[in-house]
């Protein structure tokens, strides 16, 4: 399977300021999906990054907030904007390689801020 | 919503077959049943997946009841390093490709 990587691997941040968040796979993928998963909490999806159309956004993260790219097939980013104390998180890329494909997940982003 | 049920936590001797069940009385026919793994602090692991028939890998193996309803995950020897947290999902059929995680089974495999 593909190798994918996130950087930074962990930050701290400051409230009010914005963190952009790199996912690299080492081949070219099909859908790419970004995840948030909050302190003792489960995987919850943000948006589905396809390249060459905006991100699909799920119910309660909104573009503004949570801005999405996906320049080519190898790689997307995820921007956490104007950041407060609750998105304290990992954030996960994950990807598939087609339809019904099994989906492969990166190491996280781990986020916390202060 | 996820579509799975399953116990909170569980316990297990190292060396021992671990046995995750989970419950998908509402599954559909084309969906399939998926297995994921976290370990603390990691991004979650792939393990297995199956449609209807049983399934085995390097990992585990998946054993599927007749009617669907219900899976049950096998490590077969299981080691300290099995500790993790374990999700079953059902991929859903009509809703792209991502999946949707419940809250899993916190696994503990003890000396």
């Known amino acids: 399977s593909a190798v994918i990587s996130q950087k930074p691997s962990r930050d701290i941040c400051q409230r009010g300021t914005s963190l952009t968040i790199q996912c690299q796979v080492d081949?070219?993928?099909?859908?790419m999906f970004w995840y948030r998963q909050q302190p003792g909490q489960s995987l919850t999806l943000i948006a589905t990054?396809?390249?060459?159309?905006?991100?699909?956004?799920e119910s309660g993260f909104v573009i503004d907030k949570f801005p999405i790219s996906r320049p080519n097939l190898t790689f997307s980013t995820l921007t956490v904007s104007n950041m407060s104390p609750e998105d304290s998180s990992i954030y996960l890329c994950?990807?598939?390689?087609?339809?019904?494909?099994?989906?492969?997940f990166g190491p996280g982003t781990r986020l916390l801020v202060l | 919503d996820a579509k799975t049920t399953q116990p909170t936590s569980m316990d297990c001797a190292e060396g021992r077959a671990a046995n995750l069940p989970c419950n998908h009385s509402?599954?559909?026919?084309?969906?399939?049943v998926y297995w994921y793994r976290q370990i603390h602090s990691q991004g979650p692991q792939y393990i297995i997946h199956?449609?209807?028939n049983n399934e085995t890998n390097e990992m585990a193996s998946l054993i599927i009841t007749e009617d669907r309803k219900s899976s049950t995950l096998i490590l077969p020897h299981a080691t300290l390093r099995d500790t993790a947290v374990y999700y079953c999902?059902?991929?859903?059929?009509?809703?792209?490709?991502?999946?949707?995680f419940g809250g899993g089974t916190r696994l503990m495999v003890k000396p």
């Open positions: 999902i059902v991929r859903p059929n009509n809703a792209g490709n991502m999946l949707t």
């Open positions: 081949s070219q993928v099909t859908m």
């Open positions: 994950s990807f598939t390689t087609g339809a019904w494909e099994t989906q492969y």
């Open positions: 509402t599954i559909s026919g084309n969906e399939y």
């Open positions: 199956g449609l209807k």
């Open positions: 990054a396809n390249q060459g159309s905006e991100a699909t956004y």
